[in-house]
């Protein structure tokens, strides 16, 4: 008899080539994986909320997986979080969660993009942000996005490689705010096209540099085409920062589907 178990999980992205697991290269759910292995002599699998792509960082990506040998949940974070040691990754929280799956009951997912505007080079934050050193017009930004929230067809916003069986999708918030320098961007859906938040935000720093207007994006997001994006925003500035399940906002986690980048 197994138990499953929930965790919540935080992560910097640099090293790895995104969440899922791979033959050749580094990823979040390998490193977890072996994590267990390790303590519990267990070839488990860690289902995640969803799949963050490479450079890409979690603060609460929730993910679940099956255990036969007995833990009580403090004594299993504790040795994972002692195997992957030094690893940039850590597990928050764990329960118990029988019947739970992270990705199939998740029902809503956020992630946040950080971009730093200003001209002094990034010390604590690089590879955590976007550093932009002309000055972006954020107002102008927050007053664009809206014209992306709601249902629509996302192909303009949507890498060539994403395996999304529709680019329609229903995006409940895009918002700009400034804190000084910081210029935050937060995105809600459902669920994202893989680069969805990430070419948002690109076409976003555009219309905050005056190199495009409202109009511009509203073009761009009719054209349905890959060809009318104007710019991909790096991975360094998203992070995943929760997920909700159930009807009340229960966020608990940071996710990244490969529908969702």
Known sequence: MTT???????????????WQ???????????????????????????????????????????????????????????INGRLRP???????????????????????????TIINRRAPLTVQRGLAWQVPALLDA????????????????????????????????????????DGELISVVAEARSFLHHQVRSMVGCLKLVGQGRWSAATLASALAACDRRALGLNAPADGLTFISARYGQVSDRFTIIDDRSEL
Request: glycine share 8%; aromatic share 8%.
């Open 4 to 18: 499953r178990f929930r965790i919540t999980v935080e992560f910097d992205g640099r090293p790895y080539a995104g």
């Open 21 to 79: 697991r791979q033959d050749n290269a580094p990823s979040v759910q390998g490193a977890i994986e072996a994590a267990i292995h390790a303590i519990s002599g267990e070839t488990v699998q860690v289902h995640g909320a969803g799949r963050t792509d490479a450079g890409v960082h979690a603060a609460a990506m929730v993910a679940h997986f099956d255990l036969a040998r007995p833990f009580t949940p403090f004594r299993l974070v504790e040795a």
């Open 87 to 113: 690893q940039p990754i850590a597990v928050l929280d764990c329960v118990e969660a029988p019947g739970f799956h992270a990705r199939f009951d998740c029902t809503g997912r956020a992630y946040r993009y």
């Open 139 to 178: 107002d102008a930004m927050a007053a664009a996005a809206q014209l992306l929230v709601g249902r629509h067809d996302f192909t303009t916003f949507r890498s060539t490689a994403c395996q999304s069986a529709s680019p329609i999708k229903t995006l409940d918030r895009l918002d700009v705010a400034r």
